[in-house]
């Protein structure tokens, strides 16, 4: 007996399979992860000694880019979804074309650098201006925030090329593949809500 | 060594063809959870003793202040003991790796990686992990992580030097081998998180047929709540050491409070504005639930060894199971006792001060359990059985003389004393290490197919109980005389610590016997992979899963899928002949359905 | 979810629902931002708007409104803790002793 059952079928006291309880696994302790520099930010805000925090975040911050920068995440996780979805219309259907799966996340993946393109831009405005994360704590929060979301952009974006590009596995084992991109598709929306809590505390308070 | 993967004596019907395995791909490479086990184990161990070894110069260095170390003392180099005289700064940084290498790369990953790796799946009945890819790339984190902190020994200005708590501002300001032990850390916790994801998973999907919860062994539950603890409290620490990161090499002010001023120079790079508290708050949110990583599994080891040793049932199973989960949840809410002498208010001191004790309940519990299970008992004083009992009253001992230190009132005496020192120690050293000692013996025959010899075992038994209490029961009476911990010179120029110098010196010596005490067993470990006596599939009539594979487990572990008829611990059920009935065994006595009653002996309830 | 039979059409229907749904709430919460607000209402508002939308695409894109039970167990502990981790500093830092040298 060797095979590890239950990798794509669902076990049934669970109605889980094992990928799914890990990326939720996974997930909660990256709520934790960013739970704490969110908790951290609070500390520092409020223990700040006045006239070190500033008073609003556009003081320092572009809104209106990071607002686009908002809508390239919101519209780039329902394009993962709708990736998933066309695979699961293919599984439904007993095809396999990959037509509007390759264009939806191709889509994502697009997003996603237009995301990391206007990160690009919005550094180096600060760097143009010496604003550094020594400057600051405010300043010193949002880069850590930021960047650190910033690597899971590339880090998601690094697995959902890989399902744009290598899908041999829908020709072998397609519910397994299907569920692979459901997984990512859990991971890339993960990013998106965390965007969505960083873009207002950082940006708009 | 025993990371083999031996295809099944005999019978290879099971297996499909598997290409042969290379020498990289089955030992290096591995994704069997005995073969990473076994790594994890080994490369643990080996951290034990190189912790060790910083402790063996620091307890020299504590009896002997301002001297120079004989034989060894020249080749150390001048940056760390010039003519053979330590250095403060050596001596902190080998205070500093030697808690964080014997928490972080010794005891967890031999306790969680090791024994969790190999005997999880094997008692649940399961073929490997959920994720054995995953499995092995954590093993390889944690390698390297190991090798980046034994390696920042070798940075300008030395390891990290700040108590493996990394306070800052201190931390911050600390030469570069901070740096190193921060990026060390990320490795170790990213492996631990891996691994966490892992084990519950595992534990979750791949039970047996018919083992439920409630018919898992206590083991596999201390191991699934101490993954929990691993999953969710570890990543506060991953932020706080990025955040260390920045103030570091970022010149960031996240820890750096404003106008600081180190030895008479001001620290204008930074822009000041920070919380040191801040840093405390996330370290100790992971390290308190951190402690009971360490004592969980341990635990978990006794309970198994126990019920095998004493040929009765754990007395109070559910009572066991319902603590261990109370003891994880309450983990998360009791870490500022670690902070009493902060500044931090009344009102929040009180706070934490009841979860503290509210928590020692259900641990009390638990020991209370393992200690009634001995009442009645048929004991069989094998090796393994002798640091299962060591460790009750040991463990005893350290969860007592926490109980002051949890009260804020007694704690503004003891913190930062040798109590402290001598308390977690108790709890770590005669507690879990012994525990840990106690599952290698019990665990050997399953991974190699032979036992280890009893006469070593003893011979490593004895003296290190002997030892363990000559070294720590001491601190207690520094630690209340008002010795400082972490002192470089022992106390020599401390008031507090002028009429307890000798014991310096009587734990010194006590140190050389618990080192003597480790030889017999690395002969042992070593010669009975050949010469020990040959154990068959079921080494110590025991009744949990595992012992339905052949011993040693093959690849794929076992020859049919096991199916759990029973409770895990039916040992001396009434009608039967022999004084044990295996989980895996069809027939029989009482198969309990359903049947979560818990009559603390064994039960005669007829199949229905 | 996976190999269930179900209505994709429903679906895609719901997902782009909650992508328009998305976009106006951030066109609201930027707009709120530029009435100034003192901070109370400020943080208030816009963490009432964050959690509405990440509540969207928790349920919706993440499939959490119909995921098992464990699931939901999972993830109540880990907010529990995170509150944990969030009141406990905050509050340490309140109720503390002494003088206040800053203010």
């Known amino acids: 007996m060797d095979a590890i059952p239950y990798t794509v079928e669902e076990r049934p006291d669970t109605g889980l399979n094992n990928v799914k309880i890990g990326i939720w696994l996974f997930l909660a302790s990256e709520v934790m992860l960013f739970g704490a520099l969110f908790a951290s930010y609070i500390l520092l805000r409020v223990g700040a000694p006045p006239g070190t925090w500033p008073v609003h975040g556009h003081e320092y911050l572009d809104v209106p880019l990071a607002t686009l920068n908002t809508a390239f995440l919101i519209t780039s996780s329902v394009t993962m979804v709708m990736a998933w979805a066309a695979l699961m219309r293919q599984r439904q259907a007993g095809t396999s074309d990959l037509r509007k799966y390759r264009i939806y996340m191709a889509l994502t993946v697009a997003l996603g650098f237009g995301f990391l393109i206007i990160k690009y831009f919005e550094y180096s405005a600060k760097f143009h201006h010496h604003w550094y994360p020594s400057t600051n704590n405010f300043l010193a929060i949002y880069f850590v925030l930021t960047g650190l979301h910033g690597l899971h952009v590339i880090g998601g974006m690094a697995v959902n090329g890989y399902l744009l590009v290598n899908t041999k596995m829908w020709k072998t084992a397609p519910q397994q593949f299907a569920n692979r991109v459901e997984t990512a598709g859990l991971f890339w929306h993960f990013v998106d809500l965390v965007w969505i809590f960083l873009f207002p505390i950082l940006y708009l308070l | 060594m025993a990371e083999h993967s031996h295809d099944a004596h005999g019978d290879h019907e099971h297996e499909h063809h598997h290409p042969k395995l290379g020498f990289w791909r089955k030992y290096v490479f591995s994704t069997d959870h005995k073969v990473i086990g076994i790594q994890y184990a080994v490369t643990g161990l080996l951290f034990l003793f190189f912790g060790f070894s910083l402790m063996m110069l620091m307890r020299w260095q504590l009896a002997n202040p301002g001297q120079p170390l004989p034989l060894i003392g020249g080749l150390l180099g001048d940056s760390r003991m010039p003519g053979g005289v330590m250095l403060p700064e050596f001596y902190n940084q080998l205070g500093a790796m030697h808690g964080t290498i014997m928490v972080f790369l010794g005891v967890v990953p031999l306790a969680v990686g090791g024994f969790g790796n190999f005997s999880v799946p094997l008692q649940i009945g399961a073929p490997d992990m959920a994720f054995p890819r995953l499995n092995m790339a954590s093993y390889h984190v944690y390698f390297w992580g190991g090798a980046i902190m034994l390696g920042s020994f070798f940075l300008p200005g030395g390891a990290a030097q700040s108590g493996w708590t990394s306070y800052a501002p201190l931390a911050d300001i600390a030469p570069t081998g901070q740096t190193a032990w921060l990026i060390g850390m990320i490795f170790l916790i990213t492996s631990s998180l891996l691994g966490s994801v892992n084990f519950i998973t595992t534990i979750i999907q791949l039970r047996a047929k018919g083992l439920t919860f409630f018919k898992l062994p206590f083991f596999v539950w201390a191991q699934f709540v101490t993954a929990f603890l691993l999953l969710l409290a570890f990543p506060p620490l991953e932020a706080a050491g990025v955040m260390q990161l920045a103030d570091r090499l970022l010149d960031t002010s996240f820890f750096m409070p404003e106008g600081l001023v180190v030895s008479g120079q001001v620290m204008d790079q930074y822009a000041g504005g920070g919380s040191p508290l801040l840093w405390q708050h996330l370290f100790w949110f992971l390290a308190h639930p951190e402690v009971y990583v360490l004592i969980l599994p341990a635990l978990g080891i006794v309970a198994e060894v126990i019920a095998n040793n004493t040929r009765k049932p754990l007395w109070g199973y559910k009572a066991l199971v319902y603590s261990v989960l109370g003891v994880g949840f309450l983990s998360f809410v009791v870490w500022a006792h670690h902070m009493f002498l902060t500044g931090m208010g009344t009102t929040i001191n009180a706070f934490f001060q009841t979860t503290t004790m509210i928590i020692s309940i259900p641990s009390v519990i638990i020991l209370t359990a393992l200690i009634l299970s001995l009442w009645g008992a048929s004991i069989r004083f094998n090796t393994p059985m002798l640091f299962a009992l060591a460790f009750l009253p040991m463990f005893g001992i350290g969860g007592l003389t926490g109980l002051p230190l949890g009260l804020s009132a007694a704690d503004i005496h003891l913190h930062d004393t040798y109590y402290v020192i001598g308390h977690f120690h108790y709890v770590v050293a005669p507690g879990t290490l012994f525990a840990l000692f106690a599952g290698i013996y019990y665990w050997y025959p399953k991974a190699t197919g032979r036992y280890l010899s009893e006469r070593l075992g003893k011979l490593h038994f004895w003296p290190s109980l002997i030892c363990m209490n000559l070294i720590f029961f001491p601190m207690f009476i520094q630690g209340m005389a008002g010795v400082s911990r972490r002192l470089f010179d022992g106390g020599e120029t401390y008031a507090h610590g002028q009429d307890l110098l000798w014991v310096n010196d009587l734990i010194a010596y006590s140190a050389w016997g618990l080192a003597l005490a480790q030889i017999p067993f690395v002969i042992n470990f070593f010669m009975s992979i050949k010469r020990g006596a040959v154990a068959p599939a079921n080494a110590w009539d025991a009744t949990t899963l595992e012992w339905a594979a052949p011993s040693p487990a093959p690849h794929g572990n076992f020859l049919s899928p096991p199916v759990a008829y029973r409770g895990p611990y039916e040992y001396s059920v009434p009608g039967e002949e022999r004084d044990f009935l295996p989980q895996f065994e069809p027939g029989g006595g009482p198969s309990d359905p359903g049947d979560e009653i818990d009559h603390g002996g064994a039960h005669a309830v007829p199949a229905e | ?103």
């Open chain 3, 1 to 103: 979810m996976s190999g269930e039979h179900m209505d994709i059409d429903k679906h895609v229907r719901t997902y782009v629902l909650v992508f328009a749904g998305l976009m106006v709430l951030t066109l609201v919460t930027v707009a709120i931002s530029y009435l100034e607000l003192p901070l109370g209402p400020a943080v208030a508002l816009a963490l009432f708007v964050a959690i509405v939308k990440g509540s969207l695409v928790a349920c919706f894109f993440m499939h959490l409104i119909d995921e098992r039970k464990l699931v939901y167990w999972v993830l109540g502990f880990t907010v529990f803790f995170f509150f944990c981790c969030l009141l406990g500093p905050w509050l340490s830092e309140i109720n503390e002793i002494g003088p206040d040298l800053l203010n």
